[in-house]
């Protein structure tokens, strides 16, 4: 669970009544007893700042806090230290023992703490093991209902639930992920959830399912709502986090003006932060909505600003995916050798790496259209039949095969038009979160 620290924005909310006053308490409890310096200078200020403008004396609440950290800082810490020990218990068990050894301790495996660290572990797994984040998201739960008296048991619970339904959605399993979704609302309606954090990162996780639906419109509420409590809550990173995703939702519906403008206040935020790699994704973004909007110069130049950054992570997805935008801006610029040469390359890598998908997206996105633009019939024709070889080596879902038969035989019979590569393009692009989704060809004028 990312930290919710005590912000002068915060603090002046409290004073002109903007949030009850009970909220320094409970960030107070939750935070400071871990010593945040954060915290300690973001409280220093707001003093400095109330006694010039003579705001609501809140000295009595400032005093008690050397008392509370006192009496539950080492109380927290050994916590902490136990549940860190039971997740590496659990993590070393085959799933089915995890839950056993949950189910028959009596007074093991019953922490807050355990279950934070549980969600946290599923978070970093759900994209390279979506089953197993679902598990120990699913375990952290468990333990939150073995201990229903534990501090913000249902905060937890709620938490839990949506994390297992953020699971279900990176496994491409979305009428699960709607129905625990659900049931984590209820939880928030029905048991008083209010912690700023859960409440956030619920709307975040819920507006990326509604991104996957195409619910573009609920997705836009959640994610400026989630933003919005990130903010309040002292969060940069996670506020700049929201922000890349709402960018993603703008650049989804093909409004690069917005996408551009939730980009560069993402970055704003992650200045001076410890975050590189969702630096890294900010800039490519920007660069990506740039090139797509027209503005290859621009794109250009930020690639070019963070040539080192890129040296950082010698990943090869990383990598391919900065070879593939390349040729997209040389492709906007009219350079089609150095496009041709960046495409090929950038395929060539994605199929060696197992990631069809996008393999496929290059070929179609990119390389059909220049070869159509060019003339070049034979090549589209070419291309049109190896593409469906590596989308069925990479287990690719059914009705995205089923498109491209059909892209398969309309080049074959050159029948393949600009517009209708686009229409393949927008379709592969929301069948890539949605299995169920069908092709529908456009219908003749």
Known sequence: MADIHLTRDLLWAVTRGELPAGVITQIGTQHLMSLC????????????????????????????????L????????????????????????????????????????????????????SRRQVQADAEEAFHLARLGRLVAHRNPQ???AFDLIALATAQMANACRAGGDLRQA????????????????????????????EGSLRMDQRLFSQAEELLARAATLYRVSGDPVETARVLVTLGGLYFFQNDQGR??????????????????????????????????DGQY???????????????????????????????????????????????????????????GYDA??????????????????????????????????????????AALRLFQEAARQEQLTVQAVRGYVKYLREARTDPTLRFQPAQPA
């Not at 992650?270 to 973004?285: D, I, Q, S, V």
């Not at 890129?310 to 593939?324: H, S």
Request: aromatic fraction near 6%.
């Open 150 to 152: 534990m501090p913000g």
């Open 360 to 401: 496929a997206m290059v070929a179609i996105e990119d390389l059909v259209l220049l070869y159509l633009r060019e003339g070049r019939t034979a090549d589209v024709k070419r291309l049109a039949e190896e593409i469906l070889p590596v989308f069925q080596s990479q287990d690719v879902h059914r009705e995205a095969v």
């Open 259 to 292: 996408a551009i403008e939730a980009t560069t206040a993402a970055l704003k935020g992650l200045r001076g932060t410890r975050e590189p790699r969702l630096y890294l994704c900010a800039r490519y973004n920007l660069a990506r909505y740039l090139t797509e």
């Open 178 to 205: 709607d129905e625990h979704f659900g049931h984590a609302r209820y939880v928030i309606t029905h048991h008083g959830v209010t912690d700023m954090e859960v409440l956030a990162r619920v709307d975040k996780l």
């Open 70 to 121: 006192a009496e539950q800082v080492p109380r927290q810490e050994r916590e902490q230290r136990g549940a860190a020990r039971d997740l590496e218990e659990l993590l070393a068990l085959p799933r089915e023992e995890r839950v056993r050894r949950v189910e028959r301790a009596r007074n093991r495996f019953r922490s807050a703490a355990l279950v934070r660290l549980l969600v946290g572990e």
């Open 297 to 355: 110069e621009e794109a250009a130049d930020v690639l070019a600003v963070d040539e080192d950054l890129y040296r950082e992570f010698p990943e090869a997805w990383t990598q391919l995916r900065l070879t593939w935008l390349r040729g997209k801006i040389a492709a906007g610029r009219g350079e089609s050798d150095a496009a041709e040469q960046a495409f090929l390359e950038a395929r060539g890598g994605f199929i060696a790496s197992g990631h």
């Open 37 to 68: 310096v954060t915290c300690r200078l973001e409280i220093t200020a707001f003093r400095r700042e109330r006694a010039a403008t003579a705001a609501a004396d809140y000295d009595r609440a400032f005093q008690l806090l050397p008392a509370v």
